[in-house]
């Protein structure tokens, strides 16, 4: 029997306003109370639709046809606006079809191994000089070397990757969500900071592209061979095949290269370094898991550089890894929109709506996860992620994440490799001012103390 979706008190236009004030207690809010969804009326558009029911969830983003992405348009598609976490249809379909071996089998050995090296290059700068540091901008170097090496086939280099932290500190203030984020046809001009972040950004993109096709042409990989090869030393890289697909006569829309290499470029490597700073924060505040992490980290590692073969004996930091993408989800919601009338369970949700399918609210639900604010490694020893269906930070359906064993892998190793050396100590408010954009951002520099360990 078809039933009326639900509605929260108070006007649309006020709960409007307290979704874009601070969106993560709004979603805590109607996760509390709303057993399926809710749709909250917005003055002149389509409903704003938050399904709360994880089986909801997935059927959701099992339908790609009637529950489409959001386009990127707007500043957003300054950067890139038909790159693969974008797109769909057809367009999805081929790219995904180019990409995917660059995600695939050896791909993901290489990328976990080019962590352990840059791990081991990170260890050594932090015994040289101790001290305060900004964890964030730490790991976003460490991440989008690794990204731009293995995708890419070329290692922007550290200086690079410091002006890249510094350019998405500007996107993720100017896509932060405010009570304007649901009326952005009347609140849409980019400001000029962002717009110049944005310049840069396709600039090293362009930059990345060129390079790359001229040691294609020579008929070299990359200079130290961590692009990615396959038995034939044909390079697996992710630009590789896009260039060979292009060589191919594969058609493509205009600029479709490089939105696929800004969208990676990003996405390969934010969510990630977003991760391992709250685990960083995490173990900081709770130091017996760290001190688990540390012996299970060596025995496992000894002395050596981390790499591939090394993540299956790190079951506790995996587990650690993983509670802690529960609890402070990179990702912390997924957003699909509705073009007709479509049903869903038992409900009817209107053409023109906007559909939030909210992780951090329901990672933190106790009819979902027994004390779900609680760190707890072992919960995961309990429970087989897999299984879990109201656990879901890399999506699900044909459009999740394509890199979830890229993340996982690396940032076991990420973690095992430093907990083993360092404490990094971090105040316990650091993490109290956490901005919703795309993803979820601190509001500023989250400072560790780096002090080697016992």
């Known amino acids: 029997m078809r039933q009326q979706l639900p509605k929260p008190p108070d006007s649309g236009l006020l709960?409007?306003?307290?979704?874009?004030?601070?969106?993560?207690?709004?979603?805590?809010?109607?996760?509390?109370?709303?057993?399926?969804?809710?749709?909250?009326?917005?003055?002149?558009?389509?409903?704003?639709?938050?399904?709360?029911?994880?089986?909801?969830v997935h059927d959701v983003l099992s339908r790609p046809g009637e529950f489409p992405r959001v386009a990127a348009g707007g500043s957003a598609a300054m950067i890139a606006e038909r790159?693969?976490?974008?797109?769909?249809?057809?367009?999805?379909?081929?790219?995904?079809?180019?990409?995917?071996?660059?995600f695939a089998g050896k791909q993901v050995a290489a990328y976990a191994d080019t962590v352990g090296r840059r791990t081991d290059e990170l260890a050594a700068?932090?015994?040289?000089?101790?001290?305060?540091?900004?964890?964030?901008?730490?790991?976003?170097?460490?991440?989008?070397?690794v990204a731009s090496e293995i995708l890419l086939g070329d290692d922007i280099g550290h200086e690079a990757a410091e002006e890249f932290h510094g350019w998405m500190q500007t996107a993720g203030r100017e896509f932060e969500f405010?009570?304007?984020?649901?009326?952005?046809?009347?609140?849409?001009?980019?400001?000029?900071?962002f717009e110049a972040a944005a310049g840069e950004i396709r600039a090293m993109g362009e930059e990345i592209i060129a390079r790359r096709r001229e040691t294609l042409a020579a008929g070299h990989g990359d200079g130290d061979g961590n692009g990615g090869e396959n038995g034939d030393g044909e390079q697996r890289?992710?630009?590789?095949?896009?260039?060979?697909?292009?060589?191919?006569?594969?058609?493509?829309?205009?600029?479709?290269?490089?939105?696929?290499?800004?969208?990676?470029?990003?996405?390969?490597?934010?969510?990630?370094?977003?991760?391992?700073?709250?685990?960083?924060?995490?173990?900081?505040?709770?130091?017996?898991?760290?001190?688990?992490?540390?012996?299970?980290?060596?025995?496992?590692?000894?002395?050596g550089t981390p790499r591939y073969d090394h993540v299956r004996d790190l079951d506790y930091t995996e587990r650690a890894f993983r509670e802690a993408i529960r609890l402070y989800p990179a990702a912390w919601a997924t957003f699909r929109s509705t073009r007709e009338e479509v049903r869903l369970g038992d409900y009817?949700?209107?053409?023109?709506?906007?559909?939030?399918?909210?992780?951090?609210?329901?990672?933190r639900d106790p009819r979902y996860f027994e004390n779900p604010t609680e760190f707890d490694p072992d919960r995961w020893l309990r429970r087989k992620p897999q299984n879990v269906e109201a656990y879901f930070p890399f999506s699900s359906g044909p459009h999740a994440c394509i890199g979830q064993a890229f993340s996982l892998s690396g940032a076991t190793l990420a973690l095992a490799g430093l907990v083993r050396e360092f404490d990094v100590e971090i105040p316990g408010d650091a993490l109290s001012d956490l901005r919703a954009?795309?993803?979820?951002?601190?509001?500023?520099?989250?400072?560790?103390?780096?002090?080697?360990?016992?």
């Open 15 to 56: 709960n409007a306003a307290r979704f874009g004030s601070n969106p993560r207690r709004f979603l805590e809010g109607v996760q509390s109370r709303f057993e399926d969804l809710v749709a909250v009326p917005i003055p002149g558009r389509g409903p704003l639709v938050v399904v709360t029911n994880p089986r909801l």
């Open 83 to 102: 790159g693969l976490v974008q797109s769909e249809g057809d367009l999805w379909r081929q790219q995904r079809s180019i990409v995917g071996p660059a």
């Open 125 to 145: 700068e932090w015994r040289a000089d101790p001290g305060e540091r900004n964890v964030h901008a730490e790991m976003t170097t460490l991440t989008i070397r």
């Open 178 to 193: 405010s009570p304007s984020t649901l009326a952005p046809e009347i609140f849409s001009r980019p400001s000029g900071e």
């Open 237 to 303: 890289d992710m630009l590789a095949l896009l260039l060979r697909a292009e060589a191919d006569g594969v058609e493509m829309p205009p600029n479709q290269i490089r939105d696929e290499v800004l969208t990676f470029l990003i996405a390969g490597h934010e969510t990630t370094a977003l991760s391992l700073t709250y685990a960083w924060a995490l173990l900081s505040w709770h130091p017996a898991v760290r001190d688990r992490v540390r012996e299970e980290a060596r025995e496992v590692l000894g002395g």
């Open 348 to 363: 009817v949700v209107p053409s023109g709506a906007s559909v939030i399918l909210p992780q951090w609210s329901i990672h």
């Open 437 to 454: 954009t795309p993803t979820l951002r601190p509001a500023g520099p989250v400072t560790g103390r780096i002090e080697p360990a016992d």
